[in-house]
């Protein structure tokens, strides 16, 4: 179990003193997954708890608030991704205005050192206190991005921290791990490429959201998930495999989209649940998008529409036995 903690002031010993990986993790894809090995290594090398420092709300949706949503993963789904890394603890920090203010020399200090609390009430202090910090090849930090990996190493060595930096890591193939890497497989309807480099298929988790329900009165009842901050991928109609509530694992198909036929202003993920029954409306599931079988498609009746989507069941179906 992950511990999630929202702040670097007024804490307690016991939640101080970790080894630590730092980054935005979206995606905990394996480039991010061999930073926190790293961390990991130095935690076992310490006797210390191994955590990871990431921030909430990302540092991009901060300064460009208006930007397209671009996330690749909740942060129920990093705390679920983290878990099998042997992650004890989750500093999911608040990137608002006066982190972004620090200085790389402020954040090295008060954030990830930190000094005693100015009342030292019942022990508890500023700072996590951190013992090890392991950081990519491309690390930035600090108010203008003026930090960098050698600049963290030479702050911890005045306060008290060692630092390892992992260089890039690419595919022997050839495949760049990275969250951008990621996001342009998904543009692309790529979902192997993505899944390769995420380690697992990528995923919308949401609530099961009341829709228009015209998908009950040809038969294929849908539960419709909001993609919210999730980047957007390819349009289309995609084999799925969706966790409920209860555990347990649903093969589908999925329209992703707008749906040209009956065009709505928001894209949702409609999922059919093959050889299902039930009423899934508030549940929060979640959508592996396994394969795009083909892009939305405009219909001339409603018959054809069906016949269509018998065709796409089927294609889900052969993708997902095999």
């Known amino acids: 179990m992950v511990q999630v903690v929202t702040d670097w002031r007024d804490l307690p010993e016991d939640l101080r003193g970790a080894a630590v990986a730092i980054g935005a993790f979206d995606g905990v894809h394996r480039g991010h997954q061999a930073v926190i090995a790293a961390a990991r290594q130095a935690a076992d090398s310490l006797g210390a708890p191994l955590a990871v420092v990431s921030f909430a709300p990302h540092p991009r949706r901060w300064f460009q608030p208006d930007s397209a949503p671009f996330r690749l993963m909740t942060t129920d789904q990093m705390v679920r991704a983290l878990a099998p890394l042997g992650v004890e603890r989750l500093y999911l920090l608040p990137f608002d205005a006066d982190m972004a203010a620090m200085t790389d020399e402020q954040f090295a200090v008060e954030v990830l050192a930190g000094p005693q609390a100015a009342q030292g009430a019942l022990g508890h202090q500023n700072g996590l206190g951190i013992r090890h910090a392991a950081v990519g090849f491309d690390f930035t930090y600090g108010k203008g991005r003026t930090g960098s990996p050698e600049g963290l190493r030479r702050h911890g060595e005045q306060l008290g921290f060692t ?3 992992i260089d890039r890591l690419d595919d022997p193939d050839g495949l760049k791990l990275s969250s951008s890497a990621v996001r342009e497989a998904l543009k692309a309807g790529d979902m192997a490429r993505a899944a390769a480099i ?3 298929p990528f995923a919308i988790q949401g609530e099961v959201v009341h829709g228009e329900k015209r998908g009950r009165t040809i038969g294929v009842p849908t539960a419709n998930v909001r993609l919210g901050d999730y980047m957007r991928p390819a349009y289309g109609v995609y084999a799925t495999r969706t966790r409920l509530a209860d555990g347990r694992i649903i093969n589908g198909v999925a329209n992703l989209g707008i749906r040209p036929m009956f065009e709505i202003e928001e894209p949702l993920l409609e999922v059919w649940l093959l050889d299902f029954s039930g009423d899934l409306y508030r549940q929060t599931i979640e959508t592996e998008l396994v ?9 001339d009746s409603l018959d054809g529409l069906k016949a269509q989507i018998d065709a796409d069941a089927a294609a889900a179906r052969a993708v997902l036995s095999a």
Not at 291 to 299: C, D, Q, S, T
Request: charged share 20%; aromatic share 6%.
């Open 163 to 165: 630092v390892s930096v």
């Open 198 to 200: 995420l380690g697992r």
């Open 291 to 299: 394969a795009l079988l083909r892009g939305e498609m405009n219909f």
